[in-house]
């Protein structure tokens, strides 16, 4: 190799995407601390007779999913499904979902909106979420945080429940 400034980097393997990775990476020359940082790729200078190495470390970012569930399943509210305020899926009925979506590790906001025509006041909402197959936040609501970390995939349903309405009429005689 010759002495100067080299470009190490990764690429993805066919099928996988680089974007579905936190990537860092750390060098070390001469057995001394290089390089670091995050990224997929780093530029190293190098001189005669040194020896290199560079470690690149991917890290799976979580997925997370939001699905909505009605009660009854015939309803016809409409529900806008939001991950840290950003809508997701506009408009969804019953079984709708977000489909999974990679997100950063962290806690992230899942919320729910009345859609077009829909006003939340009309139902009892609840939220349900796993991680892992596991359980996860559960409780009433239209947001729930949830923590995830590299590699989880979560699944958050919320449900409405639609309230029922009563007509009081008063009649007059004479």
């Known amino acids: 190799m010759i002495s100067g400034t080299h470009t190490i980097s990764e690429t993805a393997f066919v099928g996988f995407s680089l974007d579905d990775y936190d990537t860092s990476y750390e060098c070390s020359i001469d057995g001394a601390a290089g390089p670091s940082g995050s990224g997929s790729s ?4 190098l001189t005669y007779g040194d020896n290199a190495v560079c470690i690149f470390t991917n890290s799976r970012l979580p997925t997370l999913e939001v ?3 009605l009660d009854p399943t015939g309803d016809p509210g409409l529900f806008d ?3 840290d305020g950003v809508v997701r899926k506009a408009d969804a009925t019953h079984n709708g979902t977000t489909d999974a979506r990679t ?9 729910e909106e009345g859609g077009t025509g829909t006003d939340l006041d009309d139902y009892d909402t609840s939220y349900e979420c796993t991680i892992d197959g596991a359980a996860g936040p ?3 609501g239209t947001s729930v945080d949830v923590s995830l ?3 989880d995939n ?3 349903s919320f449900t409405n429940s639609r309230l029922p309405t009563l007509e009081v009429k008063k009649l007059l005689d004479p």
């Not at 780093?42 to 200078?45: A, G, L, Q, S, T």
């Not at 997100?103 to 919320?111: K, N, Y």
């Open 103 to 111: 997100v950063d590790a962290g806690i992230l906001t899942v919320s």
């Open 81 to 83: 499904l939001l991950i």
């Open 149 to 151: 970390t590299y590699g």
């Open 138 to 140: 559960s409780g009433s």
């Open 42 to 45: 780093v530029d190293v200078n």
């Open 154 to 156: 979560a699944v958050c």
């Open 67 to 69: 699905k909505k569930l």
